[in-house]
């Protein structure tokens, strides 16, 4: 590692509940992460404090030091100017009004700092390595306890007049105010009749805030933590969610989601919501399903606002619940009856999970170096050289392989000593999953008997949903495939049983 130091970058991940730094090199391979939580009720010294010992410590533990770094980006929840390092405000954290840049750089010791919203450069990182690889035009939606988005043209983030692009979760979709019907308050009857029903729900009004004097306000209508009514992420987002559940429960619906979330309904854990959907919970269900019906409807929105050919799904929520809330999103998107938009945009699932927004902050700091965004794309991992001499042999340098093996998209190979039994002769989700972590262009599936094999349905969406090609192919024509192409790429290779 030492003699290519200067390819190395740190990104962070600055989050509400944890601080992720993670090592990552030029190709975009994370080779490290340090996770801890961020400092609670304290001021904002604390949280640099935090952000500064999880970088230190990282190249503490990779045998590295500050000086032999090629930068560091980071990413945080909330208003950034990007050209100058300095946090506007972070609803959620202490950083707000603060030299960011400038003073982790002071630091770091003078290294290269970046700065960035963390869902921008979530977007930034699907479309370095992930769902956005082939977008020139994406926008990333990052589903978790607020809803935040990115938009990246061309590879370049469009962070807008004021910074401020891409704030979707608070576009508002519950419009604030009583529709002129109700104003009108007709009350005849005939064909007038639904207006007066529409009356009568009007006159339900909640008073929201008594300090402020009859500010009425139809009933239903929530307040988001913007201040703001009727915002998607009031209405949509895991928080949204939580208090939905609890809303319910109030009412006296029944729910299994308190014995998957340990008792208590304070905060519901985005894998305690998966767990009920799973269990066939009807109250979570209905919930749910209202909520990705609500996203497939911003989907929309974005889609005929700024036309993306792709819109990428991420956060905590998306990705604990994709299986339950993906259908019902692609349901409502291709319902879309303008005919404007052109079959071939679409809307992905996030590839990189965990790891998109610390690999978007490198991105960050690598594009904003001398050398663009698009160089970086097309840079990708050594991969080895398979050969094959024998039937059911494949030889990496100088090692025999004879059972299954995966090869992932930076080059890693990853063998399964222990061999299930009875396996049906197919691929395995997990094998799948495992060979595309980290983002990849192509997956090459090689079988002795590839003509009998169908990719099941459940392995085929999650390909397609994070649109990733794949080919199923007989062993020899899977090595001369991996070998030839200049893509990012991974395999998995499945021998006969034996
Ligand atoms: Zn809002």
Not at 7 to 15: K, N, P, R
Not at 119 to 142: D, K, M, P, Y
Not at 242 to 247: G, L
Not at 295 to 305: E, N, S
Request: glycine content about 10%.
């Amino acid at each position: 590692m030492k003699d290519q130091i200067k390819d190395y970058y740190v990104g962070v991940d600055v989050g509400g509940t944890k601080i992720q730094a993670s090592l990552v090199s030029d190709t975009g391979s994370v080779l490290s992460s340090n996770r801890r939580s961020t400092p609670r009720n304290c001021g904002s010294d604390a949280t640099l404090d935090a952000i500064e010992e999880s970088i230190k410590e990282l190249l503490q533990h990779q045998n590295q030091s500050l000086d032999q770094l090629s930068g560091v980006g980071i990413a945080v929840p909330g208003v950034v100017c990007q050209d100058t390092g300095y946090v506007v405000v972070t609803p959620n954290m202490n950083l707000s009004g603060i030299e960011l840049g400038q003073i982790m750089r002071e630091r770091l010791g003078g290294v290269r700092v970046e700065i960035g919203n963390d869902c921008n450069l979530g977007t930034l990182g699907e479309c370095w390595l992930g769902s956005g690889r082939s977008s020139e035009f994406a926008v990333g939606i990052f589903v978790g306890t607020g809803i935040g988005a990115g938009i990246v043209r061309n590879r370049r983030l469009i962070s807008g007049a004021g910074q401020v692009a891409g704030e979707i979760g608070h576009i508002v979709l519950q419009i604030p105010c009583d529709s002129w019907r109700v104003q009108l308050k007709i009350k005849k009857s005939g064909r007038g009749r639904k207006y007066v029903k529409q009356a009568n729900f009007a006159r339900r009004t909640i008073r929201v805030d008594a300090s402020k004097k009859s500010q009425k306000l139809p009933l239903g209508l929530t307040q988001c933590g913007c201040g703001n009514y009727g915002c998607f992420e009031s209405i949509a987002s895991r928080s949204a969610v939580e208090n939905y559940i609890r809303e319910a429960i109030a009412l006296g619906a029944k729910s299994s989601i308190t014995d998957y979330n340990g008792g208590k309904l304070d905060i519901i854990k985005s894998g305690s919501i998966a767990k009920a959907l799973k269990s066939g919970d009807e109250v979570v269900t209905l919930i749910v399903d209202y909520v990705s019906k609500v996203i497939g409807y911003a989907c929309l929105t974005v889609r005929h606002l700024i036309d993306p050919d792709v819109i990428m799904l991420g956060g905590g929520m998306i990705e604990a619940c994709q299986k339950y809330m993906m259908p019902t999103i692609e349901s409502v998107v291709s319902s879309d009856r303008l005919q404007a938009a052109p079959c071939n945009r679409r809307v992905l699932v996030s590839s990189l999970g965990d790891s998109a927004v610390v690999l978007g902050a490198v991105a960050l700091v690598r594009s904003s170096d001398a050398s663009a965004f698009d160089q970086i794309c097309e840079s990708i991992p050594k991969y080895p050289r398979l050969l094959m001499l024998a039937d059911e042999v494949i030889h990496i340098d100088d090692v025999a392989y004879t059972t299954d093996m995966l090869i992932t998209p930076d080059g890693e190979i990853l063998t399964r000593s222990k061999f299930p039994k009875n396996e049906p002769d197919g691929f395995r989700m997990k094998d799948i999953e495992n060979a595309v972590q980290g983002g990849t262009d192509l997956l090459v599936l090689a079988t002795p008997k590839a003509e009998e094999i169908n990719l099941s349905g459940k392995c085929h969406d999650y390909l397609n949903r994070r649109g990733i090609d794949y080919r199923i192919l007989p062993l020899r024509d899977a090595v001369q495939l991996y070998n030839s192409v200049t893509v990012r790429r991974s395999a998995v290779f499945h021998f006969s049983i034996k």
